[in-house]
């Protein structure tokens, strides 16, 4: 019997209380349950002692209370459909009519009565702050009001019922001695009921909070320091797959240095030296300044044997620069000795005959399956100083000379030495000068001329740089190379080389 009277008590205190609500708002549900349910136990004597004594006098009182008692038993059954707030409100306005009427009809109008009733009714303003919660400001503020509002009428309210409601001396006395000191009692257990249960709910909601926040912080700790190590594992790899990487780049690198140093010197050894172009002229200078450590630019001389002295100056641009310039300079090279060393040929328009058939048949035999593009743009001439007489043909390559202070140029043919095969015929355009007192000739690669810089950063450009040999063509040639080098470099400025440079300039 016991155990199914606690059951029955939980059943009644949980209506209206969710899972989802946390431990302050389910303990505020349970108090307004059990506050309306022990009201209602209270008033239940009440209403068994006055049946028969206000039955006779007025049964609409009877009914009064009645409804009162049975107001208190609906408190659990409002928060059981959900309404859990309107609940608070409902059983705060039962416990002040409750005071309010049922006080009134009973007692005698003394001071001392309604002093009594008053005090119970101010121990009702604590209600609100034990059903509501502190953010709920409006409903506190409400049921605040209405609490100081019936404090205030219960005098009006005790005169008018006690006025049309005469009762007995021995009816007073019992509700006197029963109603107040229990309602007291009634409302101090649900004091220390609330504060007991909100404080515990309080406590436990915030260890709930603090374990499942303690929980996440040692999940969260444990994931970090798994990340953490994770992290330095994989620095630590990085670092060491870098580190060997830098190493095999570093020995890679210089190994290829070395080699391109290998190719330079290769180079420098098969190419003429400057002093020995130079003492054949009355003046001359060789302007070279490759974009790499080895060149694509190269510039070749040979002096025939025999009576008829003459000499064979060459300025070329091979395809490319760095290395693969490189290796067509050597390539080409070979080829000029053979046809003019050793074949004497020294007319510049059969040379380069000669040297595009030499260097198509040997790029075809390196790669028979393809449209190899190598070649060189080349600019040759050949002086006869017994007729002065200058020969002169090019592909592509001009040669510039300036007679009079007035800068001039004799064309090359528009067919590249080598080369794409979607030429089936090429023309070399020989062509001859007579040479004057005074008169000084350029041959050059494209370098120059395409190098970017000055304000627009923009190419140099050939018809700049034919006015600036037409400035300095009366310097002496040491100085003209002076120029030549500070011209480039204040044109280029913070730009990069663009392509290998060669000038050569001489006088006969």
Same mark, same amino acid.
């Given at each position: 019997?016991? *155990?199914?009277?606690?059951?029955?008590?939980?059943?009644?205190?949980?209506?209206? /209380?969710?899972?989802?609500?946390?431990?302050?708002?389910?303990?505020?549900?349970?108090?307004?349950?059990?506050?309306?349910?022990?009201?209602?136990?209270?008033?239940?004597?009440?209403?068994?002692?006055?049946?028969? =004594? $206000?039955?006779?006098?007025? $049964?609409?009182?009877?009914?009064?209370?009645?409804?009162?008692?049975?107001?208190?038993?609906? $408190?659990?059954?409002?928060?059981?459909?959900?309404?859990?707030?309107?609940?608070?409100?409902?059983?705060?306005? /039962?416990?002040?009519?409750?005071?309010?009427? %049922?006080? #009134?009809?009973?007692?005698?109008?003394?001071?001392?009565?309604?002093?009594?009733?008053?005090?119970?009714?101010?121990?009702?303003?604590?209600?609100?702050?034990?059903?509501?919660?502190?953010?709920?400001?409006?409903?506190?503020?409400?049921?605040?009001?209405? !609490?100081?509002?019936?404090?205030?009428?219960?005098?009006?309210?005790?005169?008018?019922?006690?006025?049309?409601?005469?009762?007995?001396?021995?009816?007073?006395?019992?509700?006197?001695?029963?109603?107040?000191?229990? @309602?007291?009692?009634? !409302?101090?257990?649900?004091?220390?009921?609330?504060?007991?249960?909100?404080? =515990?709910?309080?406590?436990?909601?915030?260890?709930?909070?603090?374990?499942?926040?303690?929980?996440?912080?040692? *999940?969260?700790? =444990?994931?970090?320091?798994?990340?953490?190590?994770?992290?330095?594992?994989?620095?630590? &790899?990085?670092?060491?797959?870098?580190?060997?990487?830098? $190493?095999?780049?570093?020995?890679?690198? &210089?190994?290829?240095?070395?080699?391109?140093?290998?190719?330079?010197?290769?180079?420098?050894?098969?190419?003429?030296?400057?002093?020995?172009?130079?003492? &054949?002229?009355?003046?001359?200078?060789?302007?070279?300044?490759?974009?790499?450590?080895?060149?694509?630019?190269?510039?070749?001389?040979?002096?025939?044997?025999?009576?008829?002295?003459?000499? !064979?100056?060459?300025?070329?641009?091979?395809?490319?620069?760095? =290395?693969?310039?490189?290796?067509?300079?050597?390539?080409?090279?070979?080829?000029?000795?053979?046809?003019?060393?050793?074949? *004497?040929?020294?007319?510049?328009?059969?040379?380069?005959?000669?040297?595009?058939?030499? %260097?198509?048949?040997?790029?075809?035999?390196?790669?028979?399956?393809?449209?190899?593009?190598? #070649?060189?743009?080349?600019?040759?001439?050949?002086?006869?100083?017994?007729?002065?007489?200058?020969?002169?043909?090019?592909?592509?390559?001009?040669?510039?000379?300036?007679?009079?202070?007035? !800068?001039?140029?004799?064309?090359?043919?528009?067919?590249?030495?080598?080369?794409?095969?979607?030429?089936?015929?090429?023309?070399?355009?020989?062509?001859?000068?007579?040479?004057?007192?005074?008169?000084?000739?350029?041959?050059?690669?494209?370098? @120059?001329?395409?190098?970017?810089?000055?304000?627009?950063?923009?190419?140099?450009?050939?018809?700049?740089?034919?006015?600036?040999?037409?400035?300095?063509?009366?310097?002496?040639?040491?100085?003209?190379?002076?120029?030549?080098?500070?011209?480039?470099?204040?044109? *280029?400025?913070?730009?990069?080389?663009?392509?290998?440079?060669?000038?050569?300039?001489?006088?006969?």
């Amino acid at each position: 019997m016991k *155990q199914k009277l606690i059951s029955f008590w939980k059943f009644i205190s949980h209506q209206g /209380v969710t899972k989802t609500m946390d431990e302050l708002a389910k303990n505020r549900v349970i108090l307004t349950n059990r506050l309306g349910t022990i009201i209602g136990l209270l008033f239940l004597p009440v209403i068994i002692f006055d049946a028969e =004594v $206000v039955l006779k006098l007025s $049964v609409t009182t009877y009914v009064l209370e009645v409804l009162i008692l049975s107001a208190c038993f609906l $408190v659990p059954v409002i928060s059981g459909f959900g309404w859990t707030e309107f609940s608070k409100f409902f059983v705060l306005l /039962v416990l002040l009519t409750a005071v309010s009427v %049922l006080g #009134g009809m009973a007692s005698d109008l003394t001071p001392a009565n309604i002093a009594a009733n008053r005090l119970v009714v101010f121990t009702l303003i604590s209600f609100p702050f034990l059903l509501f919660e502190n953010r709920q400001r409006s409903a506190i503020v409400g049921s605040v009001l209405l !609490v100081v509002i019936t404090f205030f009428l219960i005098d009006p309210i005790f005169h008018e019922l006690s006025l049309n409601l005469p009762i007995d001396k021995k009816m007073k006395g019992l509700n006197n001695n029963y109603f107040t000191p229990m @309602f007291c009692i009634a !409302v101090l257990i649900f004091i220390l009921m609330g504060s007991k249960q909100l404080d =515990v709910g309080t406590v436990l909601s915030l260890l709930k909070e603090a374990r499942a926040k303690n929980d996440v912080l040692q *999940q969260q700790q =444990v994931q970090l320091k798994e990340f953490n190590e994770n992290l330095e594992n994989l620095v630590d &790899n990085r670092t060491c797959e870098l580190q060997t990487k830098t $190493v095999e780049l570093e020995q890679a690198y &210089n190994q290829i240095t070395d080699s391109v140093y290998y190719a330079k010197r290769i180079q420098q050894a098969v190419l003429t030296d400057p002093p020995d172009l130079i003492r &054949n002229f009355q003046e001359a200078f060789v302007f070279f300044k490759p974009k790499d450590i080895v060149s694509g630019d190269f510039y070749w001389f040979a002096e025939t044997s025999g009576a008829n002295k003459q000499l !064979v100056l060459v300025v070329a641009d091979c395809t490319g620069h760095g =290395v693969p310039g490189a290796f067509m300079t050597i390539m080409a090279n070979d080829f000029l000795n053979e046809i003019i060393n050793s074949q *004497q040929i020294t007319a510049p328009d059969r040379i380069l005959y000669e040297l595009d058939q030499k %260097l198509i048949d040997t790029l075809r035999k390196q790669s028979p399956d393809s449209d190899v593009n190598d #070649g060189l743009d080349i600019a040759i001439v050949m002086l006869d100083e017994a007729k002065k007489r200058l020969c002169f043909a090019g592909a592509k390559n001009p040669l510039y000379y300036v007679r009079n202070g007035e !800068v001039k140029q004799l064309p090359g043919s528009k067919f590249p030495i080598g080369g794409s095969t979607q030429y089936s015929y090429k023309f070399f355009e020989l062509q001859e000068l007579m040479i004057e007192p005074g008169d000084v000739f350029y041959l050059a690669s494209d370098g @120059f001329q395409d190098q970017f810089g000055g304000d627009l950063g923009k190419k140099f450009l050939k018809s700049r740089f034919r006015g600036l040999l037409q400035d300095i063509s009366h310097l002496p040639m040491p100085t003209q190379e002076q120029q030549l080098n500070s011209t480039l470099e204040q044109w *280029q400025g913070i730009e990069s080389q663009t392509d290998d440079i060669l000038v050569v300039g001489f006088r006969v």
